[in-house]
């Protein structure tokens, strides 16, 4: 498994085939990434015992069983449709955050069917066979839980959420009477879900009577199937419409699956009609949505908000945010680093910190710039490294500043040729793999203690000046793209 595997997040993969128990016997080799997948699991089991009620552990936690450990790649079984359907939506994120603690390593977790024969959940066309379903079904409630997390108060605001964030603030304090529906885009681990479920948590605190109904497309199209197959669709419409705020996560889910596309639209006018609040999330614009027109030209009506990749101030506000959250202690240069290296996914940012917060705590020892290097260097390569040359470092962030490269490399101590030189310096310590002595070599035969200097001074002035970071930003992203400033 590479690094490509990890990059892709932490999102659960729905496999298409069936494992049976032949391949699951074949997979459990002796090997030392399985026995300590296992040895992990069996503490994660004994920590979910502990927080779960024996009911729940031992129909959906108990049956669950260690497949392999494939890289980050964490495999799971589990026994039916139903239970890896279950576990995904309840228990995912603890399990994974157990497992990261247990194993000391960003953990991307897969459950696969074991030993059965059910068709998985790829498309809505009804199952041929009916399936048995637990008896705890029957009294499970609609909305999915909110994680405690996701509230306002834990999310960093920036310049590419501000937008998002005001209009699920606004949504969260007046639902139903400003924007409707708010529709919140963008990629992967940028922060949709945290918003939407703030929303959730804000409305079930300050107006408790009101039926808030969190769900993702993909639970959506799966209470929907359920309904048709054991012909409950009046009992689902009369409890999806029984709600006054419909926060529906991810609905590009729902491409491809015009049954419950069309049973979405009704549901959708049922509420809208009667001015419910609607929320929701995808990873495209509504017209980027192979959806009917019927339904984005209502998304349309409403209020559209995108989440951009955050820039580097906003980065470093999360990383501050969630290691003081984590009471860990990290050295700003650290901080830097990781803001430096992971800059287009937050999950990706909590990734590396579950992991260099596990190592310190395991290894009890400090984190140093050196050592986040080593751990996260493998599985984050930055964008840049391959393409960025240094020469051509000092070329761009001359011309931004009208000198000559000679200015960078020369004695001069006037203030704009020091600034200079020092953005030239942190911005190839930043874009290409050069230790500090090369870049003190590349400057004149400075000493490299004069380039961790420079360096320090540009990230100080970064987190202090707006314009300044912009500046900077700027300037990496051209010597990143190739452009001439
Ligand atoms: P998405 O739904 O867009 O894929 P999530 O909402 O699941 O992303 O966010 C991924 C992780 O990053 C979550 O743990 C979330 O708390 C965190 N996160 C995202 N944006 C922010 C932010 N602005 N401030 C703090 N944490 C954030
Ligand atoms: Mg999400």
Redesign the pocket.
Known sequence: MTALSFLLGHTIIILQGTIHMSDWQLQLGEDDAYRSLQAAWERVMKALEERLNKPSFESWIRPTRPLALDGPVVRLGTPSRFAKHYVETRYLDTIRELLELELGQPVHVQFELVEANEPVLMTDRLPRKPVQRPPEDEDEPLSQPLNS??TFE?????AS?RLAHACAVSVAETPGKTYNPLFIY?G????????MQAIGHHIGDNEPHLRVLYVSGETFTYHYITALREHKTSQFRRKYRDVDVWLVDDIHFLVGKERTEEEFFHTYNALYDTGKQIVL?SDRAPKELDLDNRLLSRFECGMIAD?KP?DLE?RLA?IQ??AANENMTLPYEVMLYIASLITTN??QI?GALIKLHAYASLMRTQITESLAQELLGNYFTPPSQAIVDAQKVQQQVARRFNLDVEDLKGPSRTKDIVVARQVAMYLMRQLTDWSLPAIGRAFGGRDHTTVLHACKCIAAKIALDKAFSNLVEDLAKEIRDGRNC
């Open positions: 997390r996701y834990n999310f960093v605001v920036g959420n963008g992967s681990g940028l922060g949709k879900t945290h918003l999330t989440i955050p906003t999360i945010s969630k937050i999950r909590e």
